[in-house]
DNA sequence: ATTGAAATTGATAAGCCGTATCAAGATGAT
DNA sequence: ATCATCTTGATACGGCTTATCAATTTCAAT
C-alpha cells in the first residue's frame, strides 16, 4: 500500500484496535482499492482485484465493506439491485441530470442546493452524511 | 373503483392504448390502492389486497407497480433489501431525509429546492419529468 | 353477441445479491 | 515460538424480484 491514504489506514486500525479485530493483508489490499473510488460494487471491486489476486473471495470483499462502514469510511447505499458503497472521505460530490430518452447523464453540483438541504436537515436534527439527487427529464435534442 | 382519481386511471389508460396493453380488474384494482398510498412495496400491497381478494398474485403486483412506473404514476426507489414504490401523483412530489441509522424516514419538501433544480435543468436545456433526492444521515437519537 | 388473436394472470421456478456457515489458515499478544 | 482468537475462501442458504408457461381474459373485428 501506497503511503498516501495514510489517514484512513489509521482510522482503520483504530477501529480494528477498539474491536478486537485484525489486520489482514486483504483488508490492507481492499482499502487501497476503495480508496481509488468514488464508490464502487462489491461484485466490481471483485473482478478488479481478481487480476492481481484471484483467490480473493467475494464474501470477504462484502465483510470488509461493511467493515469499513462501521469504521465510518465507507457508506452503503442501495442502487438498482445493488450495494454502492459510497468513499465518504471523498471529496468533491456531484449530482446527476439524466435524460429518459437517450440515457445521457449530465453531473452538475449546486451550492445553493446543498446549502438548502443542510438546512432541511439540522430543521430535522439530522446529520448528513451523504446524500443523492438526481433529476430526471428530456434534454433539448430528445424534447422533439 | 370509485370517481376519485379519475386523472390517474386517464393516465393509465393513455398509456395502456399507446403501447397495447390492456385494462384489467387487476390493474384498476391495484392502482385504486396503490392511489391511497404515499408510498408502499408489493409484499405490503399484497397482504392488503389478499384480504379482499386472496387470489391476486405476487407478481402481478410487482408486474403492476412496475407498470405504473412506466406510465409516470410510480417511481421505485431501492431501501433497505426492498422496492419501495412511490406514488409520485400524491400531492406533489416529496423528498426523503432518511436515517442510516434506525432506517427511519422523515419526507419533507422544499420549494426553494425545487426552485433551483429547474433552474439546473434550464442552464443545460433539460426538461425535468421527475426527480429524486435523498439525504442520508443520522437523526438525533442514532447520533448518539 | 361471438370470435379469435394477443395480452394477462397466477403459481412457481429460477436468478440475483448479500449473508451465514465452517474447516483451514493467519494474526498477534504473551 | 506458542496458541487462543480472528479471518479467510468456498459454498450453502435466504430474501426479494423476475421469468416461465398454461389457462384465462380482454378487446377489436366481425
Redesign the pocket.
Known amino acids: 500500500m501506497a503511503n498516501t491514504h495514510v489517514k484512513e489506514m489509521k482510522a482503520l486500525k483504530e477501529h480494528?484496535g477498539k474491536h478486537?479485530?485484525?489486520?489482514?493483508?486483504?483488508?490492507e489490499l481492499i482499502l487501497s482499492a476503495f480508496l481509488r473510488q468514488e464508490h464502487i460494487?462489491?461484485?466490481a471491486m471483485y473482478h478488479q482485484l481478481a487480476k492481481s489476486?484471484p483467490?480473493?473471495?467475494?464474501?470477504?470483499i462484502?465483510?470488509?465493506l461493511?467493515l469499513f462502514c462501521d469504521a465510518g469510511l465507507a457508506q452503503a447505499r442501495?442502487f438498482g439491485?445493488?450495494?454502492q458503497y459510497d468513499n465518504i472521505t471523498h471529496k468533491g460530490h456531484h449530482d446527476h441530470l439524466i435524460c429518459t430518452g437517450c440515457q445521457k447523464i449530465v453531473e452538475f453540483e449546486n451550492e445553493e442546493i446543498e446549502r438548502l438541504q443542510e438546512e432541511v436537515a439540522s430543521k430535522n436534527k439530522f446529520t448528513i452524511t451523504t446524500h443523492r439527487l438526481e433529476l430526471y427529464g428530456l434534454c433539448s435534442r430528445c424534447r422533439h
Not at 20 to 27: C, E, G, N, P, S
Not at 55 to 60: E, P, V
Open positions: 480494528l478486537q479485530l485484525k489486520l489482514t493483508r486483504q483488508r460494487t462489491a461484485e489476486d483467490h480473493l473471495g467475494l464474501a470477504t462484502y465483510r470488509t461493511n442501495h439491485s445493488q450495494t
